[in-house]
Each structure stands twice: as C-alpha cells, then as structure tokens.
C-alpha cells in the first residue's frame, strides 16, 4: 500500500472518514494523515517537533507503527500540531512540517525535523538543516507555500491545538487511539512500541 | 470496696479513642486503595475490565522499572491486589499483615516514583488512573499514605498486644 502523508493540494478538510464521522477533523486543518482512512485502527499522535519525548516516540515507536501497521493498511496514522510554548522554535517547524504536508511531503518532513532534532533546535537554524534533507526545488517549494498560506497554516496549527485542549492533551507526545468507535488516550509521554503492538494485536481480534 | 473496685476495672480497660483512630485510619486507606484500583478499571468513561491492563501495563513501563514480561504481570494483578487490600482494610481482617502489606507497596510505589522524578523523567504517576503528572506533589500524597499505612500496622500491633496482656 502506497503511504500518502498531506494533501496533494493545498490544506483542506479531511477526507473521508474523518469528515463524516468527525471524530479525527480538526475542522479544516491542513491534512496530516498517512496511511488508509478506512484502516480499522486511528492512532493520533499530539506532538511537538522540538519535544525530545516526541522525537523518542517517533524514533522507536513511530517509526515501527508505520512499518508494521500504516503500510499494512492497519492503522491510520494522524499527526496533530501541539507546539508548546517553552520550545521557542516549535511553531517554526510545525508551520514548515505543514507546508510540506500541503505539498505532499509530511513523511519526508516529519522524518527529518526528528532525526535531526538536536541539530537545529539549539539554535533555530531550522531551515538551514531541514533544507539537506531535501532538494533545493522540493525546499523551495515548501517555503513559497508558507509565505503565501501563512495564515492558512497557523489557522491549521491553531485548530491542532484547540482540538488537543479539549481533549485534555497537557503533554507530549499524547496519543489516541480510536477503534471500533471508540477513543481512547493512552498514557501521556509515549508510549513502547511492543505494549502498542500487544495493544493493536488485541484491537485487531476484537 | 465498691468504689475501689470499680476504680481498679476503669483504669485496667485500655481508652476507646485508639481504636476508634485505627477504625477512621484504616477506613479512610481502604477507601483509598479501592479508589486507586475504580481509576485503573474505569477510565476514558468507561469500564476496561477486558483491557484495562495494556493501559496501566503502559504506564507502569513508563518508570523504565522492569521487564515487559515484569510491566505485564504488574499491570494485570495490581488493581485487583489494591481491591483486596481495601477490601481488607475496611473490614479489619487480618488488619496487621495487611497493614504490612500495604505499607511495603506505598514503599515501592514512592521508591519507583522518587527514582522517576530524581531521573526527570516526565511521566504520569498512574496512581490514580492516567492523568495525573508525576511530581512532588504526587509524592508528598504517597508518603502520607505510607505514613497512615505505618501508622495503622503499629496501631494493630499495639492493640494486639494489649489486648493479650489484658486476657493475661
């Protein structure tokens, strides 16, 4: 199954599932989605792309859900913004992960702001690190978007984070997942990947 | 003499108040420890009877403590050990070993939660069902009932031991 992280055009409300059930819209955030909506489980995952919990949760519990459960069409895999204000450079790279969701590249993005975390949040110098990881054209690309959708974006990253105050979210990462129609949070702070499986494996058989 | 007789019996009776302290003692830890296991069974809710163990399991792994087969079986038995022990204590049975008993998980509970917090490590306590940061504040409370805890199993010996010197 071909993985397909953001919307091909421009941010718009999520498709399928998410909009008639409502329960993962975050009513017109840009979409950052990866994997098949009509997965049975939804796994969405507040994060903060300067948190170093997050960037554990990705590294050794994301990383593998996407292998094992989102490219088997297990899991839909739904990424929410919840830049907290003591990262001072989050809402920077939030707003660059989006403009590569809009364009089609979340994956990549999400991929190289964690993987290279400690390079650029000492300093900020996001764009400078983060633009290695892509073509000039590709990186270009990501910045024209954010200057003309500027406000689009924070609107985006905005409603992200209005959805996880009302759902209580006060830490990184904190995870949701939705089966069989209903929504549990999980432990806030992440969560290992082998009692996530244990726990998917159980959904599953239900 | 009547007057020394009857002197002789009140000053031999041991006071009611220490029982009546261990009676409001024990209670109020039982409810405690019921009301620790209802947040680890019911959450999000509803009622996790069928799965509630891959949530605490999850927050019990949190600790970075022990072993996923340790974190598993931890997370099955323990709601249903602080049901017991509730259970237990609300109706006095056996109440010096169960004071024991629970005076050595609130010892374990703070020792995990101190190296937690010593490590900064930022995680949720799952003491009281999964929302509640651990910090001092969740530590001050746990040492407290430690020390109701202690409080209780000293009482319960002390009155045993009256109590025989009494029948003696």
Same mark, same amino acid.
């Given at each position: 199954?071909?993985?397909?992280?953001?919307?091909?055009?421009?941010?718009?409300?999520?498709?399928?599932?998410?909009?008639? =059930?409502?329960?993962?819209?975050?009513?017109?955030?840009?979409?950052?989605?990866?994997?098949s909506p009509n997965a049975p489980i939804v796994m969405e995952v507040f994060g903060d792309f300067q948190c170093p919990a997050c960037?554990?949760?990705?590294?050794?519990?994301?990383?593998?859900? +996407?292998?094992?459960?989102?490219?088997?069409?297990?899991?839909?895999?739904?990424?929410?913004?919840?830049?907290?204000?003591?990262?001072?450079?989050?809402?920077?790279?939030?707003?660059?992960?989006?403009?590569?969701?809009?364009?089609?590249?979340?994956?990549?993005?999400?991929?190289? %702001?964690?993987?290279?975390?400690?390079?650029? =949040?000492?300093?900020?110098?996001?764009?400078?690190?983060? =633009?290695? =990881?892509?073509?000039?054209?590709?990186?270009?690309?990501?910045?024209?978007?954010?200057?003309?959708? %500027?406000?689009? +974006?924070?609107?985006?990253?905005?409603?992200?984070?209005? %959805?996880?105050?009302?759902?209580?979210?006060?830490?990184?990462?904190?995870?949701?997942?939705?089966?069989?129609?209903?929504?549990?949070?999980?432990?806030?702070?992440?969560?290992?990947?082998?009692?996530?499986?244990?726990?998917?494996?159980?959904?599953?058989?239900? | 003499?009547?007057?020394?007789?009857? $002197?002789? &019996?009140?000053?031999?009776?041991?006071?009611?108040?220490p029982r009546a302290l261990l009676l409001v003692g024990r209670v109020a830890l039982g409810i405690v420890f019921l009301v620790a296991?209802?947040?680890?069974?019911?959450?999000?809710g509803a009622w996790h009877f069928s799965d509630y163990y891959f949530f605490f399991g999850m927050a019990i792994n949190s600790y970075?403590?022990?072993?996923?087969?340790?974190?598993?079986?931890?997370?099955?038995?323990?709601?249903?050990?602080?049901?017991?022990? #509730?259970?237990?204590?609300?109706?006095?049975?056996?109440?010096?070993?169960?004071?024991?008993?629970?005076?050595?998980?609130?010892?374990?509970? *703070? #020792?995990?939660?101190?190296?937690?917090?010593?490590?900064?490590? &930022? *995680?949720?306590? #799952?003491?009281?069902?999964?929302?509640?940061?651990? #910090?001092?504040?969740?530590?001050?409370?746990?040492?407290?009932?430690?020390?109701?805890?202690?409080?209780?199993?000293?009482?319960?010996?002390?009155?045993?031991?009256?109590?025989?010197?009494? $029948?003696?």
């Amino acid at each position: 199954m071909t993985a397909v992280w953001g919307a091909s055009a421009g941010p718009k409300p999520q498709a399928g599932r998410d909009a008639a =059930s409502g329960l993962f819209s975050a009513g017109g955030s840009i979409h950052k989605a990866m994997g098949s909506p009509n997965a049975p489980i939804v796994m969405e995952v507040f994060g903060d792309f300067q948190c170093p919990a997050c960037r554990n949760f990705f590294e050794t519990t994301v990383k593998q859900v +996407i292998d094992d459960y989102v490219h088997t069409g297990k899991v839909y895999l739904v990424h929410r913004d919840f830049p907290l204000e003591m990262h001072p450079y989050a809402m920077q790279a939030a707003r660059l992960a989006n403009a590569a969701a809009a364009t089609g590249e979340f994956e990549a993005m999400e991929r190289a %702001l964690y993987d290279h975390q400690d390079e650029w =949040s000492a300093r900020g110098n996001i764009d400078g690190v983060i =633009s290695a =990881s892509f073509t000039p054209a590709q990186f270009k690309k990501f910045q024209a978007y954010q200057a003309q959708h %500027l406000v689009e +974006i924070n609107t985006s990253i905005e409603r992200d984070r209005m %959805l996880g105050v009302q759902r209580n979210v006060n830490q990184t990462p904190t995870v949701f997942v939705t089966s069989h129609g209903k929504t549990e949070a999980l432990p806030g702070g992440g969560v290992d990947y082998k009692l996530l499986k244990q726990y998917f494996d159980y959904l599953m058989r239900q | 003499m009547a007057t020394s007789t009857i $002197s002789a &019996e009140t000053s031999a009776r041991p006071a009611a108040w220490p029982r009546a302290l261990l009676l409001v003692g024990r209670v109020a830890l039982g409810i405690v420890f019921l009301v620790a296991a209802y947040t680890k069974l019911h959450f999000n809710g509803a009622w996790h009877f069928s799965d509630y163990y891959f949530f605490f399991g999850m927050a019990i792994n949190s600790y970075n403590l022990l072993p996923l087969w340790g974190v598993e079986w931890l997370g099955r038995i323990l709601p249903w050990f602080e049901v017991a022990l #509730g259970v237990l204590l609300i109706s006095g049975v056996a109440l010096r070993w169960v004071g024991i008993a629970a005076s050595l998980l609130l010892l374990a509970f *703070i #020792g995990g939660m101190t190296r937690a917090y010593y490590l900064g490590l &930022e *995680i949720m306590c #799952g003491c009281f069902g999964n929302s509640e940061k651990l #910090g001092p504040l969740t530590l001050l409370r746990d040492s407290s009932l430690l020390v109701l805890a202690l409080a209780i199993t000293i009482g319960a010996f002390l009155i045993k031991k009256r109590g025989k010197t009494l $029948s003696n």
